[in-house]
């Protein structure tokens, strides 16, 4: 369930098996190799200089900008203090330029966005953003 809900990468569906195996005392195999270097949107926004007007733009502003064109979608979510929350995970079509990997010390289950380094110049493009 959390798998189609979540489109979680390799890596991360391996640390929820793992983690249950564990539980459970089975044996769990070696880690699978994560495909390509990742880094966060926050990096990668500073590091390719993206604008919004004439500030640096900021990762929920970039985020609100792939939920519009369809590469994300905001998942709802309680924060531990009770507050609604959300965060975001890309959908079919954004998993070209990312993965969704689940976040083990968050205090509630969700994803955490990355994004592919060597593709996000292409995503910057399409977005017409550079």
């Keep these: 369930m959390l798998d189609s ?7 991360s569906k391996y640390m929820l098996i793992k983690k249950e195996g564990e539980l459970l005392m089975f044996p769990v195999p070696d880690a ?3 495909e390509a270097p ?3 949107l926050t990096n990668l926004l500073q590091a390719n200089n993206v604008m919004n007007g004439n500030k640096p733009m900021k990762a929920h502003a970039f985020h609100e900008i792939l939920v519009d064109k369809g590469y ?3 998942i709802p979510r309680s924060k531990s203090n009770g507050k609604a929350d959300n ?10 330029f990312g993965i969704n990997r689940w976040d083990e010390y968050s205090s ?7 994004f592919f380094i060597d593709k996000f110049l292409e995503l910057l493009k399409e977005l017409g953003l550079k």
């Design 32 to 34: 699978p190799a994560c």
């Design 5 to 11: 809900t979540m489109k979680l990468d390799d890596f």
């Design 87 to 96: 965060y975001y995970s890309f959908t079919d079509k954004g998993l070209k």
């Design 108 to 114: 509630s289950p969700k994803s955490k966005d990355y």
């Design 72 to 74: 994300m979608r905001k």
């Design 38 to 40: 990742v880094d966060n």
